[in-house]
């Protein structure tokens, strides 16, 4: 039978105990059917200690280096996932809560908290089969730094739900702490912050060399004000989010302030199929040959009808497939005309030097802005108030 609450000797109520019951705080205490062995206990410290490193870094990288991690490159995911909206919560990176998840995975590992380890086991194996499936289905591409985050998480929580840590009002809590961390990625917008400086090109109104490669301001398909004494190159790939995201932050800025600068467009697609620099190619770069193909031969085609078709390959927020866009170039400038273009040899010597460029200016993701005065930019700018400063600022108009 159990006994009312016991007060040691009335010195302080926080001594209340109950028989067969814990003094510990309720969020501390061990909840034990059968006590976790030392082997146990070691296995899930391990573990989170794993999961702590990697958030760790790829904490460390979202707010010192703000650029990507070691090993991560412009085709291979990591940009498109960890600059992605997707990649915070209530305005933070995401691997904020993930190093206090695992922080508190690894003290309740090593007090054998029965109770907080199943509560840290819910959350990152829920976080773990979202975000993996946000990846797949919503960015079409893969971080291997995230994936390897994900993999530590189940195990965790595979070892866990073994080592039978399943308290039910732990398990509640992890799932209304996910719950509170979905809500704070579709309530709060997340921007990455992930803008880079270049070295700058050479040149002027009429070219703009980076390197070896030349861009003459009459040898690429290009929009905005043909007399503006501001020439641009923008770098990008037609199935990149971050560069639909600039290149709307350009057309804006050209509404606001027309004549302002002339935007060429040279496409750096990121699929290895034409991409020599690539050893594979991520599921949402699998048709960017095809797309930037098409709208170069548009441009050869009817290059009037450039500007229109570039906006249309960059309206939906995830790309365009390779048989929409050759109707709709097919529409624009004729299916006769069309072939033509795409048989023509030098849409793939522009493809390469544009890749050149990329490579010589020394970039790891898209998109890239050369300009002839002041540093490149790389990467996706914040807002386009943040491209405006780094234009201004950087010397692009004069």
Avoid at 260 to 274: E, G, I
Avoid at 294 to 312: I, Q, R
């Amino acid at each position: 039978m159990r006994k009312s609450l016991v007060i040691d000797g009335g010195k302080s109520p926080y001594a209340a105990t109950t028989l067969g019951g814990s003094s510990r705080a309720p969020w501390m205490q061990t909840n034990r059917v059968t006590s976790l062995s030392r082997g146990q206990r070691a296995g899930l410290a391990l573990t989170a200690c794993l999961g702590l490193g990697v958030s760790g870094y790829l904490a460390a990288v979202a707010l010192v280096a703000k650029g990507l991690p070691i090993g991560c490159g412009a085709g291979d995911g990591c940009a498109a996932v960890l600059t992605s909206r997707w990649a915070g919560t209530w305005g933070v990176s995401v691997a904020l809560p993930a190093v206090l998840l695992w922080g508190m995975g690894l003290v309740a590992s090593l007090i054998a908290s029965r109770r907080m380890i199943s509560f840290v086991a819910c959350s990152v194996a829920l976080a773990a089969l979202w975000f993996t499936a946000v990846q797949a289905v919503l960015l079409g591409s893969f971080c291997p730094w995230c994936m390897a985050d994900h993999l530590i998480g189940l195990t965790f929580a595979g070892l866990a739900f073994a080592f039978g840590c399943r308290d039910r009002l732990a398990v509640l809590a992890g799932s209304i702490g996910f719950a509170i961390l979905v809500a704070g990625q579709l309530i709060v917008p997340y921007r990455a912050g992930s803008t880079g400086l270049l070295g700058g090109a050479g040149g002027g109104s009429d070219a703009i060399r980076v390197g070896d490669v030349t861009f003459e301001a009459n040898g690429l398909p290009s929009w905005g004000d043909s007399s503006s004494p501001t020439l641009l190159v923008l770098l990008a790939d037609y199935a990149c989010p971050h560069c639909r995201a600039t290149h709307g932050y350009l057309k804006e800025l050209l509404i606001t302030s027309p004549g302002r600068f002339r935007v060429l467009v040279a496409p750096v697609p990121m699929d290895h199929d034409c991409n020599r620099t690539l050893a594979a190619t991520e599921p949402r770069f699998e048709h960017s040959c095809e797309l930037a193909s098409l709208a170069l031969a548009v441009w050869k085609a009817k290059p009037n009808e450039f500007e229109a078709f570039d906006a249309w390959l960059f309206e939906p927020e995830m790309p365009r497939t390779p048989e929409a866009a050759r109707a709709e170039a097919q529409r624009r400038v004729g299916a006769g005309e069309l072939e033509l273009a795409l048989a023509d040899p030098s849409l793939t010597v522009m493809v390469d030097r544009n890749i050149d460029a990329f490579e010589a200016v020394r970039a790891r993701r898209l998109p890239v802005i050369l300009r002839a005065a002041g540093a490149s930019i790389e990467g996706e700018p914040a807002s386009r108030d943040e491209l405006d400063t780094l234009l201004t600022d950087g010397g692009a108009d004069r």
